[in-house]
């Protein structure tokens, strides 16, 4: 009887189908103009559901490698509980331009967020306020009275061995919407005129990623100001080639005393330097003065391109590493060691906690004029510091007149060229530095010494703005959105004819 009853469904079913058919076959392809009103329906109603899409503003699905064309939850994190109103202005754009896309997905995240494309012409407000002129492009990110203007150049890098562009656009749009709604931004100073390193050589990637982070940046001639301001959150000095004068000897140590914090990067020396003042900036987290030479691994998995100076240091689970913990790593390029005095440290008030550290069987070469890979009789054999941490209490706190502990940081890598412009191309795995985590090592270690410890995470690769889509997935894309109109209408023309024929 079931069988039976199902059998006489699927016959009333298959009815209605042919029904439905026929009445296609004998209502609307009997002439022409019947079939071209069918077919201008069906495009009606394409080209409907297409705008009705549009208006929902569904996260569009993206088929690039870095999934550049959605949010990533870092993102989504930042911005879902900023209880501000943010416009964001896309001045000169069509609703179609892929980072309007971007940014409308705030919207979806948190409803406060509003991303639109204005016409200047009907904005003359927007227009007076900012001074933009009509048929120019550009961004405006607004909250209040706070606004950041970006232009297109800014949503783009380029990487200068490939030529290629490299989209930033997420990053500076979450960037612009957390600046303008934060009320308070970390300061970071570079110390100038000590180092070939500096954010207009050789750092111009740090710069501007730094920017993306929300850090107001400032480079720091010391012997002009006299010290070290006040409203440093974080002192970044890089590779001395020289010593410090007493000036600036004095105005760290004097910084060090009030409780600020540094980020050191000092790469491989390969001369014998005297530098008694540097020296002394060090010792006070227990750091002996670095020596000649440089670090080389043995382990190839701990190596890139089977080359000993081009080593993957092996990441410690700490507050400034933990998002980079198990991932692929950073490289490090003629990395010297960070040597600590441990039974100094607790005279020093210093607790150490290491970041980063070499395999086992790494060596330290002083002896440039060996070209053996194999460690020598020369050479110190061992597992070394190459990131460290050093807490230093300047202050105990106090319990009867109720002040808080002074203390000072120090993040220290034995390397500066992982976070230079220099490219690294030994390997086709690892075309240039920066495409490793080394930028978030660093973004990480001055989001932790500034007191943002929610900013420490591992970021999404920016990588090259190119279509992605494996050859399947294009084709079946390119097949819906140009092939089907156009099977409708060859479809249509056809049956018309055939009809006119047996006319």
Not at 116 to 132: F, Q, V
Not at 331 to 345: H, P, S
């Amino acid at each position: 009887m079931k069988k039976e009853k199902q059998k006489v469904i699927d016959t009333k079913e298959e009815k209605q189908k042919n029904r439905f058919i026929e009445i296609i076959k004998k209502k609307w392809l009997v002439n022409g103009a019947k079939t071209f009103i069918l077919i201008a329906i069906l495009i009606a109603i394409f080209i409907g559901i297409n705008i009705l899409m549009q208006s929902l503003e569904l996260t569009p699905l993206d088929f690039s490698q870095d999934k550049l064309y959605t949010l990533t939850q870092e993102s989504k994190d930042k911005v879902k509980n900023i209880d501000k109103s943010v416009n964001i202005y896309f001045i000169g754009y069509t609703d179609e331009d892929s980072n309007l896309d971007l940014a409308k997905q705030y919207k979806n995240v948190n409803e406060k967020i509003v991303a639109e494309a204005i016409n200047i012409e009907n904005r003359p407000d927007l227009a007076n306020k900012y001074g933009i002129e009509s048929g120019t492009q550009g961004i405006i990110v607004e909250c209040g009275e706070k606004s950041k203007v970006l232009t297109a150049s800014d949503l783009v890098t380029y990487d200068t061995s490939t030529y290629e562009t490299i989209s930033i656009a997420e990053e500076k749009l979450t960037s612009s919407i957390l600046s303008v709604t934060s009320d308070v931004i970390p300061k970071v100073y570079f110390l100038l005129g000590y180092s070939e390193f500096s954010l207009n050589q050789n750092m111009n990637y740090l710069n501007m990623y730094l920017e993306n982070e929300i850090n107001e940046i400032e480079t720091l001639d010391v012997l002009s100001t006299g010290n070290i301001p006040d409203d440093c959150n974080t002192l970044v000095i890089t590779t001395p080639n020289k010593d410090f004068d007493d000036v600036a000897t004095n105005s760290i140590l004097e910084y060090i005393q009030k409780g600020g914090n540094i980020l050191w990067l000092n790469t491989a020396i390969t001369s014998n330097r005297d530098m008694p003042n540097v020296n002394k900036v060090l010792e006070n987290y227990g750091v002996k003065p670095f020596e000649v030479g440089i670090i080389r691994e043995t382990d190839t998995s701990k190596m890139v391109a089977n080359s000993p100076d081009l080593i993957i240091p092996i990441i410690q689970q700490t507050t400034v590493t933990k998002d980079l913990y198990n991932t692929t790593g950073v490289i490090f390029v003629n990395a010297t060691k960070v040597n600590i005095d441990e039974d100094k440290l607790s005279e020093l008030n210093v607790t150490k906690t290491d970041l980063l550290v070499t395999g086992d069987n790494s060596y330290f070469r002083k002896d440039f004029s060996i070209q053996s890979n194999a460690a020598s009789q020369s050479d110190e054999v061992g597992s070394f510091i190459v990131g460290a941490e050093l807490e230093k209490t300047v202050k105990e706190s106090n319990e009867e007149t109720q002040e808080n502990a002074v203390t000072s940081k120090l993040i220290i890598y034995g390397e500066n060229i992982f976070i230079s412009d220099y490219q690294l191309n030994s390997s086709s795995s690892y075309p240039a530095i920066q495409l490793a985590y080394n930028k978030d090592l660093v973004l990480n270690s001055i989001a932790y010494l500034a007191d943002r410890e929610e900013d420490i995470t591992a970021r999404k690769s920016t990588g090259t703005v190119t279509y992605t889509a494996t050859e399947t997935e294009d084709t079946v894309i390119k097949a819906i959105i140009f092939g089907v109109p156009v099977i409708i209408i060859i479809v249509g023309i056809g049956v018309w004819q055939a009809r006119r024929r047996k006319k």
